[in-house]
């Protein structure tokens, strides 16, 4: 491990950490959502993330265009989100085994269909020139994707946050999330709510997974490889919590590199081992209400 | 529930097939048959927790895996018998289960799964990346038949089926015991209303954590089994996607009654292996049984059949 205590270390750990706590807070804050109005553990949310990314795949291999796959990737995954939640979710509400189960079987399925159309080939997404590269600061090199990738995720956490906290959507959803019931009784539309929120859902885990097409790639098992990390922010973060959402995801990719960097045999005991210990302490997550 | 004239002659009927058939079988199906009352065993430990006290753990491979570790380290490395494998296995994923349990019963309903989620993602994790001990991906290979100390070693596949088929009948035997007994009722009691049972001077939540720990130990001793028979362990006897398989196989069966559990994990063994027989596309008819099995049959198939057979009684 050459190198471990020098400063260059430290930063570029540091760095790495942030911006993929920044793809996971994409890929989580939906999930969060969902799950703080829901109550839905949705298994499919990592089959999102890996169709947005091979959706985007056949949109940049037609049209050479990233940014016009990244919105075709979003708005087909969206359209699936809501397809799956008309047809079989909505029915669901409060059965936690029904729909650990049933969001499974799509993960499933969503896993052998893309097997059929895409292949067992890893792919990588081909990034605009714009975007590869790197800057140099004295003698560190940060490329230039990772750190549009935390710009992104700044980006859509402004305008969630903005969205839910100053808007009368966001307090039809905020009402949602509190207490369906009661919101369903002042007269908020609690079915299209929700549809809107698990389309969102679905669209930022697509838009996570064309982002994460470019530098960790589009690959069969890509599913069920992100989905834990995905878990853990929403568990450590608190259901429903956009902030818990956002210091989950930086916990989780700080300490996923460190992990793998300092302690490679126990990189996954240090992601999962804090978290435990969080829950212990507070069940319901750093920022969740019960 | 009483046990009627009808369970008591299918229970044999199965029973004798169970024991008589299998000299006449092929390998193949005595190779479903073996996994089926492997797996059964997994699935009517989780049905402790799922059916009779209305816990989904989203985890529950992770006592299963531990119990299969076990045997995986120490035969291959320590080179140790049966016997002391069993019990090592055993006690180990009741004491990881007694941790657990502290955490997860803190919470209830969608909070308990995420809870034995993470917690069995740690399980997960430490085989995947712990190569020095677990040898990681790979997992570790040429696990040998069990050493029992006795002249007869259970070393091809029929004498194995008939020795997996006596730890089956124990971990039936066992835990029909406990779902029986006074305490299994209280189990049931605290799945339809914790409140009652508290206000009726049930300590609850002694009562869940001895359920979650005789959960977890049922697991790892089926584990044990289960590392013998499939000669190597590894982390994908502990991933998510078997915690979850696990839960499939008892809602199929039918939750509350080991019955049901076991009956699930015989579909489901079957459905797996023998679809992948045929098509390739077996992980999209699996999907389809998770979804169809929640459409259409939200009790289980045991269930079903008693929602018909009340149908069918005059009330």
Do not use: C
């Given at each position: 491990m050459?190198?471990?205590?020098t400063a260059?270390?430290?930063?570029?750990?540091?760095?790495?950490?942030i911006?993929?706590?920044?793809?996971?807070?994409?890929?989580?804050?939906?999930?969060?959502?969902?799950?703080?109005?829901?109550?839905?553990v949705?298994?499919?949310?990592?089959?999102?993330?890996?169709?947005?990314?091979?959706v985007?795949?056949?949109v940049i291999?037609?049209?050479?265009?990233?940014?016009l796959a990244?919105i075709?990737?979003?708005?087909?995954?969206?359209?699936?989100?809501?397809?799956?939640?008309?047809?079989?979710?909505k029915?669901?509400?409060?059965?936690?085994?029904?729909?650990?189960l049933?969001?499974?079987?799509?993960?499933?399925?969503?896993?052998?269909?893309?097997?059929?159309?895409w292949?067992?080939d890893?792919?990588?997404?081909?990034?605009?020139p714009?975007l590869?590269?790197?800057?140099?600061?004295?003698?560190?090199?940060?490329?230039?994707?990772?750190?549009?990738?935390v710009?992104?995720?700044?980006?859509?956490?402004?305008?969630?946050?903005l969205?839910?906290?100053?808007?009368?959507?966001?307090?039809?959803?905020?009402?949602t999330?509190?207490?369906?019931e009661?919101?369903?009784?002042?007269g908020?539309?609690?079915?299209?709510?929700?549809m809107?929120v698990?389309?969102?859902g679905?669209?930022?885990?697509a838009?996570?997974g064309?982002?994460?097409?470019?530098?960790?790639?589009?690959?069969?098992?890509g599913d069920?490889?992100?989905l834990?990390?995905a878990?853990?922010?929403?568990?450590?973060?608190?259901?429903?919590s956009?902030?818990?959402a956002l210091?989950?995801?930086?916990?989780?990719?700080?300490?996923?590199?460190?992990?793998?960097a300092?302690?490679?045999?126990?990189?996954?005991?240090?992601?999962f081992?804090?978290?435990?210990?969080?829950?212990?302490?507070?069940?319901?997550g750093?920022?969740?209400?019960? | 529930?009483?046990v009627?004239?009808?369970?008591?002659?299918?229970?044999a009927?199965?029973?004798?097939?169970?024991v008589?058939?299998?000299?006449?079988?092929s390998?193949?199906v005595?190779?479903?048959?073996?996994?089926?009352i492997?797996?059964s065993?997994?699935?009517m430990?989780?049905?402790v927790?799922?059916?009779?006290?209305?816990?989904?753990?989203?985890?529950h491979?992770?006592?299963w895996?531990?119990?299969?570790?076990?045997?995986?380290?120490?035969t291959t490395r320590?080179d140790?018998?049966?016997?002391?494998?069993?019990?090592?296995?055993?006690?180990?994923?009741a004491?990881?289960?007694?941790?657990?349990g502290l955490l997860a019963l803190?919470?209830?309903s969608?909070?308990f799964?995420?809870i034995?989620?993470?917690?069995?993602?740690?399980v997960?994790?430490?085989?995947?990346?712990?190569?020095?001990?677990?040898?990681?991906?790979?997992g570790?290979?040429s696990?040998?038949?069990?050493?029992?100390g006795?002249?007869w070693?259970?070393?091809?596949?029929?004498s194995?089926?008939?020795?997996?088929?006596?730890?089956?009948l124990?971990?039936?035997?066992?835990?029909?015991?406990?779902?029986?007994?006074p305490?299994?009722?209280?189990?049931?009691?605290?799945?339809?209303?914790?409140?009652?049972?508290?206000?009726l001077?049930?300590?609850?939540?002694?009562?869940k954590?001895?359920?979650?720990?005789?959960?977890?130990?049922a697991?790892?001793?089926g584990?044990?089994l289960?590392?013998?028979y499939?000669?190597?362990?590894?982390?994908?006897?502990?991933e998510?996607?078997?915690?979850?398989?696990?839960l499939?196989?008892?809602?199929?069966g039918g939750?509350g009654?080991?019955?049901?559990a076991?009956?699930?994990?015989?579909?489901?063994?079957?459905?797996k292996?023998?679809?992948s027989?045929?098509?390739?596309?077996?992980?999209?008819i699996?999907g389809?049984?998770y979804?169809g099995?929640?459409v259409y049959?939200?009790e289980?198939?045991?269930?079903?059949?008693?929602?018909?057979?009340?149908?069918?009684?005059?009330?």
């Amino acid at each position: 491990m050459p190198g471990v205590l020098t400063a260059d270390f430290w930063i570029i750990q540091v760095f790495n950490g942030i911006s993929y706590g920044a793809l996971l807070f994409l890929l989580a804050g939906g999930l969060s959502l969902i799950f703080g109005m829901m109550r839905i553990v949705n298994m499919t949310h990592g089959s999102y993330y890996l169709l947005g990314g091979y959706v985007a795949l056949s949109v940049i291999w037609r049209t050479q265009q990233f940014w016009l796959a990244l919105i075709v990737g979003a708005l087909a995954i969206a359209l699936v989100g809501i397809a799956e939640w008309n047809a079989f979710l909505k029915r669901l509400s409060g059965q936690e085994l029904g729909q650990v189960l049933t969001t499974m079987g799509f993960a499933l399925i969503f896993q052998d269909l893309a097997l059929v159309i895409w292949g067992g080939d890893p792919y990588t997404i081909p990034i605009p020139p714009a975007l590869s590269g790197s800057w140099q600061v004295g003698t560190l090199y940060f490329p230039v994707y990772r750190v549009f990738i935390v710009g992104v995720a700044a980006f859509i956490g402004l305008v969630l946050y903005l969205v839910v906290e100053r808007t009368r959507l966001g307090a039809k959803i905020r009402a949602t999330v509190d207490d369906p019931e009661m919101a369903r009784g002042v007269g908020i539309n609690v079915y299209r709510i929700s549809m809107g929120v698990f389309a969102l859902g679905a669209v930022l885990a697509a838009l996570s997974g064309v982002v994460a097409g470019g530098f960790v790639g589009v690959y069969p098992g890509g599913d069920f490889e992100i989905l834990p990390y995905a878990f853990v922010v929403v568990i450590v973060g608190g259901m429903g919590s956009l902030k818990g959402a956002l210091i989950g995801s930086l916990m989780v990719g700080l300490l996923d590199n460190f992990g793998k960097a300092l302690f490679p045999e126990l990189s996954y005991f240090t992601l999962f081992a804090p978290m435990a210990a969080i829950l212990a302490v507070r069940p319901t997550g750093l920022f969740g209400r019960a | 529930m009483a046990v009627g004239r009808g369970q008591v002659v299918a229970l044999a009927v199965g029973g004798a097939v169970l024991v008589a058939a299998p000299p006449a079988l092929s390998s193949f199906v005595l190779t479903l048959l073996t996994q089926a009352i492997l797996f059964s065993i997994l699935a009517m430990s989780l049905d402790v927790l799922l059916g009779y006290l209305g816990l989904s753990s989203l985890g529950h491979a992770a006592y299963w895996g531990i119990g299969a570790y076990s045997v995986g380290i120490l035969t291959t490395r320590y080179d140790q018998g049966f016997w002391l494998t069993l019990v090592v296995g055993v006690l180990l994923s009741a004491a990881v289960a007694a941790v657990f349990g502290l955490l997860a019963l803190r919470a209830t309903s969608v909070y308990f799964l995420m809870i034995t989620l993470a917690l069995g993602m740690v399980v997960w994790g430490l085989a995947l990346r712990w190569v020095s001990l677990t040898q990681g991906d790979n997992g570790i290979s040429s696990v040998p038949k069990p050493r029992l100390g006795l002249p007869w070693t259970p070393a091809d596949g029929l004498s194995y089926y008939y020795f997996a088929l006596a730890g089956f009948l124990l971990a039936w035997a066992a835990l029909a015991l406990v779902v029986r007994s006074p305490f299994g009722k209280t189990l049931v009691g605290i799945r339809e209303s914790e409140t009652r049972m508290r206000t009726l001077g049930y300590h609850v939540w002694l009562h869940k954590y001895v359920g979650f720990v005789i959960a977890g130990a049922a697991a790892g001793f089926g584990g044990v089994l289960w590392a013998y028979y499939n000669g190597i362990v590894s982390p994908s006897d502990l991933e998510l996607a078997t915690s979850v398989e696990a839960l499939l196989m008892v809602a199929l069966g039918g939750r509350g009654t080991l019955v049901g559990a076991v009956l699930g994990a015989g579909i489901i063994v079957a459905l797996k292996n023998l679809v992948s027989v045929y098509t390739h596309r077996w992980l999209l008819i699996l999907g389809a049984v998770y979804i169809g099995t929640i459409v259409y049959a939200p009790e289980g198939i045991v269930g079903t059949i008693r929602q018909w057979r009340a149908k069918g009684e005059p009330s």
